[in-house]
């Protein structure tokens, strides 16, 4: 492949990422809200604010997608800027933004089967109105804290996936 084709291909990819980061953003924010909005239906006084720290998380989530999409779009773009202004010999690899966006696609569909885990922990928390027993020492803190830890893995594993999207787009594979 050519390196003008090679570059010209890096920025339709990013052309790609910044279409899908303004296509997805509304779904992001809808399962955010969604979130936000939730209560446990055995118990209405379970709300997502019992949950330590979940609010604030959840709240960021928007906006780091977005940046995260915009982000890969523009690093594509630069990319294939370089290729073709350079007439370097043309190594990128698509593998690399399929990580990228694969990892960012992800917060989207974790965010909109999160309340089936919201309602699985609330339900461990509830116990048929009792509660959960004091023989388990620390279960009912890290019952209550699970919820964000699980946000902050969506996260961590985006930026992951990320960084090696990145790093493998600027190494790149010879064509």
Known sequence: MS???GGILLMGVG???LAVAFIMFP???TACQTILDWEYSANA??????????????????????LGLITAGVISGFLGIKVV???STGKFSIASFLIL???LIFISLGLNIYPVFLDAVASVVHNGGAGISSTFTGLSSLMLMSPMIVVLGFLVSTVVKGFFGVDMSSTGMSD
């Open 85 to 87: 202004r350079d007439q």
């Open 15 to 17: 052309m790609i990422f």
């Open 3 to 5: 390196p003008k084709i």
């Open 27 to 29: 779904n992001v924010t």
């Open 45 to 66: 006084t379970i709300t997502d604010a019992t949950f330590t720290g979940l609010p604030t998380i959840v709240g960021i989530f928007p906006l780091l997608s977005l």
């Open 101 to 103: 966006g694969i990892g």
